[in-house]
Nanobody
Framework: QVQLVESGGGLAQPGGSLRLSCLTYGFTFSRYAMTWYRQARGKERELVATISNVGDSTNYAEAVKGRFTISRDNAKSTVYLQMNSLRPEDTAVYYC???????????????RGQGTRVTVSS
């Protein structure tokens, strides 16, 4: 059974840090690029950061560049999001996503976790 289990969310003060983890089960983690998304209340979901399946390429939303770092450990089937210099506007539910892909004529669906809430407030 496929599971993506996020953890590490909570309350942080502005300027503080949190580290999110997403432990995965039930699929070949090392074949999937992984993405962190977030959705603030009343807003659309937005991409935060993406990492390639082997971890050699990353991309970030402009709003988090220089503050957030995405990483992964394929031996542990886990992706991380280190969040530094947090701002109130980072408040959202953060989701990890295994990005579906196609290889040749075969396509593989993506998966998403249930999310972890991050609140940045003094």
């Amino acid at each position: 059974q496929v599971q993506l289990v996020e953890s590490g969310g909570g309350l942080a003060q502005p300027g503080g840090s949190l580290r999110l983890s997403c432990l995965t089960y039930g699929f070949t983690f090392s074949r999937y690029a992984m993405t962190w998304y977030r959705q603030a209340r009343g807003k659309e979901r937005e991409l935060v950061a993406t990492i390639s399946n082997v971890g050699d390429s990353t991309n970030y939303a402009e709003a988090v560049k220089g503050r957030f770092t995405i990483s992964r450990d394929n031996a542990k089937s886990t992706v991380y999001l280190q969040m530094n210099s947090l701002r109130p506007e980072d408040t959202a539910v953060y989701y990890c996503n295994a990005d579906g892909y196609c290889k040749g004529s075969a396509c593989f669906r993506g998966y998403r976790g249930q999310g972890t809430r991050v609140t940045v407030s003094s």
